[in-house]
């Protein structure tokens, strides 16, 4: 079994994303990225993590990863999600979880249009915390 991961959430809260501002207005937008937040932090307890840290969107993913690895002086998983669904189920929680336990390396959720919402890395991957901010 893998240890406990540790979680790093990627949020960008404080500033919505153009796609939302433009439906919803500004101040709808950011109560929403607000909501997915908190959700996305309640799912925390499903998937049992240990440390749990938040970076902003503005500060490079692979520089948060690398302080997350280096937290947990590199022997715990790392769990990042961008808490971009709208709800987090335990099957989520599970299908990583599970992965990690068999051996994997890394295990990815991507959003179909774009992006991410999860990646667990079991160690530090020096080509992954290499790869450039636009890569993210």
């Known amino acids: 079994m893998a240890a406990t991961p540790a979680l790093l959430v990627i949020e960008r809260a404080a500033r919505p994303g153009p796609e939302l501002c433009e439906v919803l207005g500004a101040d709808r937008a950011a ?9 996305a ?8 993590v240990g440390p749990v840290s938040v ?20 022997d715990q998983p790392v769990v990042v999600i961008w808490p971009v669904l709208p709800s987090w189920h335990a099957h989520h929680a599970q299908a990583v979880l599970d992965d ?4 994997c390396e ?18 530090p991957i020096p080509e992954v915390l290499a790869l450039p901010a636009e890569a993210w």
């Open 41 to 48: 932090m309640e799912w925390r307890e499903t998937l049992g």
């Open 55 to 74: 970076a902003g969107d503005d500060e490079a993913v692979a520089d948060a990863l690398a302080r997350a690895f280096g937290e947990s002086d590199g």
């Open 100 to 103: 990690l336990a068999a051996g």
């Open 31 to 39: 109560r929403v990225e607000r909501l997915l937040v908190r959700r």
């Open 106 to 123: 890394a295990s990815v959720a991507p959003v179909f249009d774009r992006g991410l919402y999860l990646l667990a890395l079991a160690r």
